[in-house]
């Protein structure tokens, strides 16, 4: 470690409780902890944030020189000030929802933050907007506000956790209690375990495949290693039959006997797989 090292603490610092973690250098004589609040410096000006990690060494190949500092411990005026910032954060998003209805505008407000001095708001949505709306609908919430105001669009995940909510599960969002970044979802996760293919079965309230289908893939993909696969042809004590669901947890196949013919005369059968042996189809 560098000699600037030895004069700072590295933390990780988040802004949201599911927000990214961004690193920030601190002397050492403010001997933080994780989950003490912090006031450090930002492109978007001094910001409040809460320490979530001790880091060893600078990540990527950081120096010291670059990560911007630790200002102080965050006081109570400075508590005080985020949560009047909290309170402008919603007075801007009433005002730019008005802004957007009157504009007639494609875009859905998710978050606002105000930075701790109050001059700048953070507007992250979803949408897509031109250049001149851009810059118009910015110009016009900042006029009503009297602050600077800077929009982000993103995607439908990233806005969906911005907005947080519920999941159909019950439980606050994945995206907005924990998760900081998102995996890619395939929809051969869904079927691997065995999901119903409905939309409104496999999708979330942004729109996307659900976060939490990849939560138990990888056990799902090693338990069906020893199963047929669907549709395939197996010789059971009843006779020849095909594989037309499988229960992955329970180790458990339903097979249909015959595998052709008509249906009303098909008959369909409990087995664990070693009671049935794979018929390979003569090419």
């Not at 060893?56 to 949560?83: E, F, H, N, W």
Request: glycine share 10%; charged share 30%; net charge positive.
């Amino acid at each position: 470690m560098n000699n600037a090292g030895d004069k700072h603490q590295l933390v990780g610092v988040k802004f949201q409780p599911a927000g990214k973690l961004y690193h920030f250098a601190a002397p050492l004589e403010m001997s933080l902890s994780a989950d003490d609040w912090v006031v450090v410096e930002t492109i978007y000006g001094e910001q409040l944030g809460q320490v979530a990690v001790l880091v060893d060494d600078p990540p990527g190949g950081l120096s010291y020189d670059q990560i911007k500092p630790v200002c102080r411990c965050a006081t109570g005026l400075d508590m005080a000030k985020y949560q009047v910032g909290l309170k402008r954060a919603e007075q801007l998003w009433e005002t730019a929802k008005e802004e957007i209805a009157e504009m007639d505008l494609k875009f859905k407000v998710g978050s606002v933050e105000f930075s701790l001095d109050g001059k700048t708001a953070l507007v992250i949505g979803t949408g897509n907007l031109s250049k001149k709306e851009h810059s118009d609908l910015r110009r016009r919430v900042a006029k009503r506000m009297h602050c600077r105001v800077k929009l982000q669009s993103v995607g439908p995940r990233d806005y969906a956790k911005a907005l947080g909510g519920y999941g159909v599960c019950g439980e606050p969002r994945c995206c907005s209690r924990f998760l900081t970044s998102f995996r890619r979802i395939s929809i051969r996760m869904a079927k691997a375990q065995g999901v119903s293919m409905a939309p409104s079965d496999i999708t979330g309230l942004c729109g996307r495949l659900r976060c939490c289908l990849a939560y138990e893939h990888e056990g799902y993909k090693e338990a069906s290693k020893g199963l047929p696969k669907l549709k395939a042809r197996v010789q059971t004590e009843h006779g020849l039959g095909r594989v037309i669901d499988r229960d992955i947890l329970k180790g458990e196949l339903t097979v249909e006997i015959p595998p052709d013919g008509p249906r009303y005369k098909r008959e369909r059968y409990h087995f664990m797989p070693d009671e049935v042996e794979v018929v390979k189809r003569k090419k």
